[in-house]
Nanobody, 125 residues
Framework: QVQLVESGGGLVQAGGSLRLSCAAS????????MGWFRQAPGKDREFVAA????????AYADSVKGRFTISRDNAKNTVYLQMNRLKPGDTAVYYC??????????????????WGQGTQVTVSS
């Protein structure tokens, strides 16, 4: 399995930026797709962004497209989520996850094998 630890969350004003990091260990990081999901209080966990193992392809939820950027540094075993022009609606716990086997779509929660503990992002108005 791959162990994942998120960091970089915090409190930021609307319009501000944060960069989340997800450090991976335990297995070869570069061979797996990675995803970011988020969950707001009282809501279901939703897809945010995904990136292929090589970093050559990315995908985003419509709600964050143009504002968020997912990237990875395989030499550092880390995936990032750069969040710009944050809105109060972005407030949630953000989780990174590793996709080991490709059974479903990349934006499906059940597709991912291991999850980090989450990091809180709070955007004030």
């Amino acid at each position: 399995q791959v162990q994942l630890v998120e960091s970089g969350g915090g409190l930021v004003q609307a319009g501000g930026s944060l960069r989340l990091s997800c450090a991976a260990s335990g297995r070869t990081f570069s061979g797996y797709d990675m995803g970011w999901f988020r969950q707001a209080p009282g809501k279901d966990r939703e897809f945010v962004a995904a990136i292929t193992g090589s970093g050559t392809s990315t995908a985003y939820a419509d709600s964050v497209k143009g504002r968020f950027t997912i990237s990875r540094d395989n030499a550092k075993n880390t995936v990032y989520l750069q969040m710009n022009r944050l809105k109060p609606g972005d407030t949630a716990v953000y989780y990174c996850a590793v996709r080991i086997s490709h059974y479903r779509d990349y934006n499906t929660e059940d597709e991912y094998d291991s999850w980090g503990q989450g990091t809180q992002v709070t955007v004030s108005s």
